[in-house]
């Protein structure tokens, strides 16, 4: 791997702290709903109380009477949206849209809106015989060998059905857009992940061109997936501020946000593995089934890492969605991974059970040589490492094979594991780098940066390919202004937007080498450039070292030329390893638990993890990311789910009160590692995704453990204590 033409490598790697930790525990980071924008107007939606009906009547004269209340839209025709805005497709469908000079002026209005419907028994449970009958969208079937001739010979067999409950995001910020029209030129501060298509996404329902559209999201609290697509809520925000020609703001409420940007579906599963006596695996099938909305499509791909993680010479695998009266899921954290593997990793411990054989020996003796989809060899694959590494920090030997034998008092303990695998992904991504006659630098991307620390590793990448210190390098993020880039999520973005960081650094770098070397005043004129490294933004010569007197800074050889800065802007394109290879991260999760015997309420007591993610850029922020990681995956195993009423599509625990996530007291003693190395075929800083990756083994491994405690395989998530009665 090409590595920056630089003394020494000093940051990355290191566990700096982040850069713009200051500015949100002091308050001054800028949230979309902290900007003040002069002359705002407040907006509230009203949302439809059915889930499936004609709207036949709106009656607005209530809210209207409303002292600060100067409008309420409902013709929403005008505006493209992606139902049909005269009929009502799920329950909590915007259907107007109040304006007023204050917050609590708009939301009372919203409240007196009268909205007439001629509605039908809408179709929301995914379990409804009737349900069955529309499965056909998106069909993705796939076949090796001859799985289901095969495994009812075989001599030992797991087959078992899974039911995860949907799941919502529920981040601390809450979805917010503010809108200002000038002319024909829209300026929109957003919650978003995908700056560079939400940029699109404005200036195709408005029917502008893009450069007419600037979107602006430097710092989003959180998000999870449910800002990576333009959301109804936000093009109705613009289209509220061209009706009015005022800047409008609209925040969603908490119980908004449960039908505004999408969820995890609802999911059912098959997964049956058979094996030999030995605990080779002979034949799988699995198959799955996810709910979507009637008025468009999304699907969870939920059976890509049964196909690809063991060694499985037979295997079938059907996939489909449901379409509902419901609103569109969307990515969450792990999408389709973290549900599939659910199925396999309860199902493959299930199989080991039955073989009484260790759980961790079954995976190890089913370990592929190559992909088993497409034939490629892995780029790196060191699972087996992280289940070796990951046992014995955990103390693995110490789990008691027998369920249910472990106890302390009246409480049942156990010890479980999964397997994790998450696919690479790298997109196109531009970016520029400058360096200013004052000494500093900065680097400007579109990117996002919801949380995981993108501030600070760019800056690690940036600073380490310059030759300068951290202290004096600037990231800026989050502006459709600056260079475009790849969405904010399927863990791409340190692989993307940290390459293109370093290819423009790098450049920059050179071009300010080159112009050293060629400028008759520089002490460094007439050397080669491949004798010029850098530190501390100094160049000098290689064979008098960083002390030499012959060398220059950065500063002074542009402040001699009488130049402000120099700058290069670079896009960096993944090259075609994805054809040649295959590319994941891998992750061995384990846990322990404790089961109340009278009242058997399930707590997590520990967790450990041990990932091959490629080159760490930071190890505070990846330790950081797996610990959330595990968080979110106990929510899933253990509390979260979202209730509807099927009888008119409301969802019934939309609050914080009803809807649990873990707090303090749900969080036991979580870590993680990390296997030292880097993946140089993924991308040329050597890192591969980690974000998704450090959640998709956690459900499964906390309900193996459960079974170890109490003997009941519970296939039903989330695990709530009536399951163990």
Same mark, same amino acid.
Not at 492 to 503: E, I, L
């Given at each position: 791997?090409?590595?920056?033409?630089?003394?020494? %490598?000093?940051?990355?790697?290191?566990?700096?702290?982040?850069? +713009?930790?200051?500015? $949100?525990?002091?308050?001054?980071? &800028?949230?979309?709903?902290?900007?003040?924008?002069?002359?705002?107007?407040?907006?509230?939606?009203?949302?439809?109380?059915?889930?499936?009906?004609?709207?036949?009547?709106?009656?607005?004269?209530?809210?209207?009477?409303?002292?600060?209340?100067?409008?309420?839209?409902?013709?929403?025709?005008?505006?493209?949206?992606?139902?049909?805005?005269?009929?009502?497709?799920?329950? !909590?469908?915007?259907?107007?849209?109040?304006?007023?000079?204050?917050?609590?002026?708009?939301?009372?209005?919203?409240?007196?809106?009268?909205?007439?419907?001629?509605?039908?028994?809408?179709?929301?449970?995914?379990?409804?015989?009737?349900?069955?009958?529309?499965?056909?969208?998106?069909?993705?079937?796939?076949?090796?060998?001859?799985?289901?001739?095969?495994?009812?010979?075989?001599?030992?067999?797991?087959? #078992?059905?899974?039911?995860?409950?949907?799941?919502?995001?529920?981040?601390?910020?809450?979805?917010?857009?503010?809108? $200002?029209?000038?002319?024909?030129?829209?300026?929109?501060?957003?919650?978003?992940?995908?700056?560079?298509?939400?940029?699109?996404?404005?200036?195709?329902?408005?029917?502008?061109?893009?450069?007419?559209? &600037?979107?602006?999201?430097? /710092?989003?609290?959180?998000?999870? !997936?449910?800002?990576?697509?333009?959301?109804?809520?936000?093009?109705?925000?613009?289209?509220?501020?061209?009706?009015?020609?005022?800047?409008?703001?609209?925040?969603?409420?908490?119980?908004?946000?449960?039908?505004?940007?999408?969820?995890?579906?609802?999911?059912?599963?098959?997964?049956?593995?058979?094996?030999?006596?030995?605990?080779?695996?002979?034949?799988?099938?699995?198959?799955?089934?996810?709910?979507?909305?009637?008025?468009?499509?999304?699907?969870?791909?939920?059976?890509?890492?049964?196909?690809?993680?063991?060694?499985?010479?037979?295997?079938?695998?059907?996939?489909?969605?449901?379409? @509902?009266?419901?609103? #569109?899921?969307?990515?969450?954290?792990?999408?389709?991974?973290?549900?599939?593997?659910?199925?396999?990793?309860?199902?493959?411990?299930?199989?080991?059970?039955? #073989?009484?054989?260790?759980?961790?020996?079954?995976?190890?003796?089913?370990?592929?040589?190559? +992909?088993?989809?497409?034939?490629?060899?892995?780029?790196?694959?060191?699972?087996?490492?992280?289940?070796?590494?990951?046992?014995?920090?955990?103390?693995?030997?110490?789990?008691?094979?027998?369920?249910?034998?472990?106890?302390?008092?009246?409480?049942?303990?156990?010890?479980?594991?999964?397997?994790?695998?998450?696919?690479?992904?790298?997109?196109?991504?531009?970016?520029?780098?400058?360096?200013?006659?004052?000494?500093?630098?900065?680097?400007?991307?579109?990117?996002?940066?919801?949380?995981?620390?993108?501030?600070?590793?760019?800056? %690690?990448?940036?600073?380490?390919?310059?030759?300068?210190?951290?202290?004096?390098?600037?990231? *800026?993020?989050?502006?459709?202004?600056?260079?475009?880039?790849?969405?904010?999520?399927?863990?791409?973005?340190?692989?993307?937007?940290?390459?293109?960081?370093?290819?423009?650094?790098?450049?920059?770098?050179?071009? @300010?080498? &080159?112009?050293?070397?060629? +400028?008759?005043?520089?002490?460094?004129?007439?050397?080669?450039?491949?004798?010029?490294?850098?530190?501390?933004?100094?160049?000098?010569?290689?064979? /008098?070292?960083?002390?030499?007197?012959?060398?220059?800074?950065?500063?002074?050889?542009?402040?001699?030329?009488?130049?402000? !800065?120099?700058?290069? %802007?670079?896009?960096?394109?993944?090259?075609?390893?994805?054809?040649?290879?295959?590319?994941?991260?891998?992750?061995?999760?384990?846990?322990?638990?404790?089961?109340?015997?009278?009242?058997?309420?399930?707590?997590?007591?520990?967790?450990?993890?041990?990932?091959?993610?490629?080159?760490?850029?930071?190890?505070?922020?990846?330790?950081? %990311?797996?610990?959330?990681?595990?968080?979110?995956?106990?929510?899933?195993?253990?509390?979260?789910?979202?209730?509807?009423?099927?009888?008119?599509?409301?969802?019934?625990?939309?609050?914080?009160?009803?809807?649990?996530?873990?707090?303090?007291?749900?969080?036991?003693?979580?870590?993680?590692?990390?296997?030292?190395?880097?993946?140089?075929?993924? +991308?040329?800083?050597?890192?591969?995704?980690?974000?998704?990756?450090?959640?998709?083994?956690?459900?499964?491994?906390? *309900?193996?453990?459960?079974?170890?405690?109490?003997?009941?395989?519970?296939?039903?998530?989330?695990?709530?204590?009536?399951? @163990?009665?």
């Amino acid at each position: 791997m090409t590595r920056p033409v630089t003394a020494t %490598q000093v940051v990355c790697g290191q566990p700096v702290s982040r850069v +713009d930790g200051p500015l $949100k525990v002091t308050g001054k980071a &800028r949230y979309t709903a902290d900007n003040q924008i002069p002359g705002l107007l407040y907006a509230a939606l009203v949302c439809a109380t059915v889930a499936c009906a004609t709207i036949k009547r709106i009656d607005t004269g209530a809210a209207l009477r409303q002292p600060d209340v100067l409008a309420v839209l409902t013709d929403l025709t005008r505006v493209k949206l992606p139902f049909d805005t005269r009929v009502v497709s799920f329950f !909590g469908q915007p259907v107007a849209v109040v304006i007023a000079t204050a917050l609590e002026s708009a939301v009372h209005g919203s409240e007196l809106v009268d909205v007439r419907y001629s509605s039908r028994p809408p179709l929301t449970d995914i379990d409804a015989p009737q349900a069955v009958k529309r499965v056909g969208r998106f069909v993705r079937d796939y076949a090796r060998g001859f799985a289901d001739q095969v495994i009812g010979a075989t001599s030992v067999l797991t087959d #078992l059905r899974f039911s995860v409950a949907r799941n919502d995001h529920n981040p601390m910020e809450l979805p917010a857009t503010i809108a $200002k029209w000038e002319g024909d030129r829209l300026t929109v501060w957003d919650k978003v992940q995908d700056v560079s298509a939400t940029q699109h996404s404005y200036a195709e329902a408005f029917g502008l061109p893009t450069d007419h559209v &600037r979107v602006i999201s430097p /710092f989003v609290g959180g998000s999870f !997936g449910s800002a990576s697509r333009n959301w109804p809520h936000q093009v109705l925000t613009a289209f509220a501020a061209r009706r009015l020609q005022r800047p409008v703001k609209l925040v969603l409420t908490r119980r908004h946000t449960y039908s505004a940007v999408g969820y995890r579906p609802t999911s059912r599963q098959r997964m049956a593995i058979g094996a030999d006596e030995s605990g080779r695996l002979r034949a799988m099938i699995h198959e799955g089934y996810t709910e979507t909305a009637r008025y468009g499509d999304y699907e969870d791909g939920l059976v890509r890492s049964p196909r690809v993680l063991y060694r499985v010479p037979n295997m079938r695998s059907t996939y489909r969605v449901v379409p @509902l009266d419901v609103g #569109l899921p969307w990515f969450m954290r792990g999408p389709g991974a973290v549900t599939g593997t659910v199925a396999l990793e309860c199902a493959m411990d299930d199989l080991a059970h039955r #073989l009484r054989m260790d759980p961790i020996e079954l995976r190890r003796r089913n370990e592929p040589d190559v +992909d088993q989809i497409n034939g490629m060899p892995f780029s790196t694959r060191r699972l087996t490492e992280c289940l070796t590494q990951g046992a014995a920090t955990f103390g693995w030997n110490r789990r008691n094979p027998t369920p249910g034998a472990t106890r302390e008092g009246d409480l049942f303990v156990g010890i479980g594991m999964a397997a994790a695998a998450y696919h690479t992904y790298r997109s196109q991504c531009s970016a520029i780098a400058k360096v200013f006659a004052d000494g500093t630098a900065e680097v400007q991307c579109g990117t996002s940066d919801m949380g995981p620390g993108t501030y600070t590793s760019m800056t %690690q990448v940036a600073a380490d390919a310059l030759g300068m210190p951290l202290s004096r390098v600037r990231v *800026a993020l989050g502006d459709s202004s600056f260079p475009p880039a790849p969405p904010h999520s399927a863990s791409r973005t340190m692989a993307s937007v940290g390459s293109a960081v370093y290819t423009a650094a790098n450049m920059l770098r050179d071009k @300010l080498i &080159r112009t050293a070397v060629t +400028d008759p005043r520089s002490p460094l004129s007439g050397l080669r450039p491949e004798d010029v490294l850098v530190a501390d933004g100094r160049m000098f010569a290689t064979a /008098f070292g960083a002390g030499s007197e012959r060398g220059e800074s950065y500063q002074d050889l542009l402040r001699r030329r009488g130049w402000p !800065g120099l700058d290069s %802007q670079r896009t960096w394109t993944p090259d075609d390893a994805d054809r040649r290879y295959s590319i994941y991260g891998y992750g061995a999760v384990f846990a322990e638990v404790v089961v109340d015997r009278l009242i058997p309420t399930v707590r997590v007591r520990r967790m450990h993890a041990c990932y091959d993610a490629g080159r760490v850029i930071n190890p505070t922020l990846a330790h950081s %990311q797996a610990i959330g990681g595990m968080v979110g995956g106990i929510g899933m195993a253990l509390l979260e789910r979202t209730d509807s009423d099927h009888r008119d599509g409301r969802i019934v625990n939309a609050n914080m009160s009803d809807y649990l996530v873990p707090v303090n007291a749900d969080v036991p003693a979580l870590d993680a590692a990390f296997l030292p190395g880097e993946d140089p075929i993924a +991308d040329p800083i050597g890192v591969k995704g980690l974000g998704e990756l450090v959640i998709v083994g956690v459900p499964a491994a906390i *309900a193996n453990a459960v079974f170890n405690a109490t003997g009941r395989r519970v296939t039903d998530l989330p695990i709530t204590l009536e399951k @163990l009665l």
